[in-house]
């Protein structure tokens, strides 16, 4: 694995995995007929890895996501976490949607603290914990204010402490950057990865920008539609932590032109 | 403020029209007479109103207590939405003036039957606001809440609750204005008191100025109370992008 445009077979790795993927499919029941969002999907995850699904829209990134949250199930095939069958939502996991879903009847300290009042434990213990993690993503004097006093980015970011202030071992991000502009998503890419600087999280990022994928991921999934598949996995080998200067090395943008050309062959692109 | 000049605006179209077209008195009086008799007549109109106003705000607490607790039970039971749905339904559709006679032989003559007329009255919409309100939540909040391990209970109190509030604030202030045609009604059907009663009495004598004195009265109290539950719905919903867009 050392330079751009190394690949591995889609195969199920031994059982280091931590997060794996045995040729899960779903098939939804639409209106118009049966629709397969995902296609016997195998995918093995090491314990702190992060992989991320590329693909164009609608090819079934969302769909695998919320399959490992536990929020569906696979109509074929099946899904470990740590080698036990999922059924539900395992309690390792954080979540971040693509829309930011704040509560604007909380204040943005309350709605960090929420997963702990929606499962009835007392948050009051919490209290200082999510202020530093405010802090941290520089909404530190904003933890009295409503969701509906601040910015699209700083609203994603609260939605990400509030994945964050449960510790997970297990993140799972849908597109959780796709709102923002151009700066604030480079910011909270790099927020993000700050963030698992004290012990890498297992993490699967959905998205659909190449240059993200590469920054954040150890490994990029590309996806396509038709049939919803993993092509190909392309390992990302650049160095952690990443942070400004990574975007600036010459492997970096290597590693988006072969990306881009695999997405150009697979016909997704054309013109 | 602009309320009070709407208000003055239909006294001068009122004036005007009455200055000009000269009617009999009983059939549209001068509004300065109508203000001239209020003033003689103050000391009846305050001690038939006050048991109005009574009606009215019990009537109106009456269908809070019973429409939104009966909508909260409506959408967290499936099997009291099946069963009891049906019958709230059917309820509704009975006008509600064909049962006051029959509060009567049940309630007697008391405050009792009038104050649940104006109950049964308003309480509908209170209850089709809650359960719309409860209904509508948005169903990734739903998955977050699953994904976050919630229990069923906290889910209700912390997500559907707080969110259904601004749609159940809208079923109260509709249930405010039934709640002033219930308490009339009340008093037409069974009542020894009231402003209704007094209307009553009062077209039986063709006493058209204190008629119009009682409705001039009857629509500022409306009005009051509509405004008292909106600062209540400002106050408990102010996060609501309907408060905030004031
Ligand atoms: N509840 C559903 N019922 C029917 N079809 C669905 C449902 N959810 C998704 N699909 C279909 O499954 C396919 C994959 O959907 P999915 O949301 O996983 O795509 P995606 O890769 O996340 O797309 P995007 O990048 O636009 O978010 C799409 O063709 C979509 O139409
Ligand atoms: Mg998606």
């Known amino acids: 694995m050392s330079a751009p445009g190394a690949s591995e077979p889609m195969l199920a790795e031994s059982s280091s995995a931590f997060i794996d993927l045995r040729r899960a499919s779903k098939t939804y029941a639409a209106r118009t007929g049966e629709v397969v969002a995902v296609d016997e999907v195998t995918l093995s995850i090491r314990q702190g890895e992060t992989i991320a699904l590329l693909g164009p829209s609608g090819c079934g990134k969302s769909t695998v996501l919320m399959m490992v949250a536990g929020l569906i199930q696979p109509t074929t095939g099946s899904l470990w976490i740590a080698n036990q069958k999922v059924s539900g939502p395992d309690p390792r996991l954080g979540v971040v949607f693509q829309k930011d879903l704040l509560l604007d009847w909380k204040n943005v300290l309350a709605n960090v603290l929420l997963p702990f009042e929606l499962r009835g434990e007392d948050p009051a213990p919490r209290r200082s914990a999510a202020l530093a993690l405010l802090e941290r993503v520089g909404l530190g004097g904003f933890a009295d204010k409503r969701p509906y006093e601040l910015s699209g980015g700083m609203r994603q970011r609260v939605a990400i402490c509030r994945a964050w202030i449960q510790n997970p071992d297990i993140l799972l991000l849908d597109e959780p950057f796709a709102a923002l502009d151009a700066f604030t998503r480079e910011q909270m890419q790099l927020d993000v990865a700050r963030l698992s600087l004290d012990r890498p999280r297992t993490t699967i990022l959905v998205t659909h920008e190449i240059s993200e994928a ?4 150890d490994r990029v999934a590309i996806m396509t539609s038709r049939p919803s598949q993993i092509r190909e996995i392309v390992t990302i080998d650049l160095p952690r932590p990443r942070n400004m200067k990574t975007r600036e090395s010459p492997a970096f943008g290597a590693y988006i032109v072969r990306i881009h050309a695999a997405f150009a062959d697979l016909g997704v692109l054309h013109g | 403020m602009w309320s009070v000049a709407s208000g003055l605006l239909a006294l001068a179209l009122w004036g005007v029209a009455v200055a000009v077209l000269k009617p009999p008195a009983y059939i549209l009086p001068a509004p300065w007479a109508v203000l001239a008799r209020t003033w003689t007549d103050h000391a009846l109109l305050l001690q038939h109103g006050a048991s109005t106003l009574s009606e009215i705000l019990a009537g109106l607490i009456l269908s809070i207590v019973v429409g939104i607790p009966l909508g909260i039970l409506i959408v967290a039971i499936p099997v009291v939405h099946r069963l009891v749905y049906p019958i709230v339904i059917a309820f509704n559709a009975i006008p509600k003036v064909a049962l006051a006679p029959l509060f009567v032989v049940w309630f007697g003559y008391g405050l009792l039957p009038r104050v649940v007329i104006t109950g049964s009255i308003a309480f509908f919409p209170i209850l089709v606001a809650t359960i719309t309100g409860l209904m509508s939540i948005d169903p990734e909040l739903l998955r977050l809440a699953t994904v976050m ?29 039934l709640a002033v045609i219930g308490g009339i009604i009340g008093e037409f059907v069974a009542s020894d008191r009231g402003l209704g009663y007094l209307l009553v009495q009062a077209s ?32 408990l919903v102010f996060w609501h992008a309907s408060q905030r867009s004031k």
């Open chain 1, 214 to 217: 590469v920054f954040m991921a």
């Open chain 2, 204 to 235: 039986g004598t063709l006493d058209t100025t204190i008629m119009f004195a009682i409705v001039i009265i009857l629509a500022v109290v409306a009005s009051l109370l509509f405004y008292a539950i909106s600062l209540v719905e400002n106050y």
């Open chain 2, 149 to 177: 391990r919630a229990r069923q209970s906290r889910t209700f109190l912390h997500l559907r609750l707080p969110q259904a509030m601004p749609s159940i604030a809208a079923g109260v202030k509709i249930a405010t204005s």
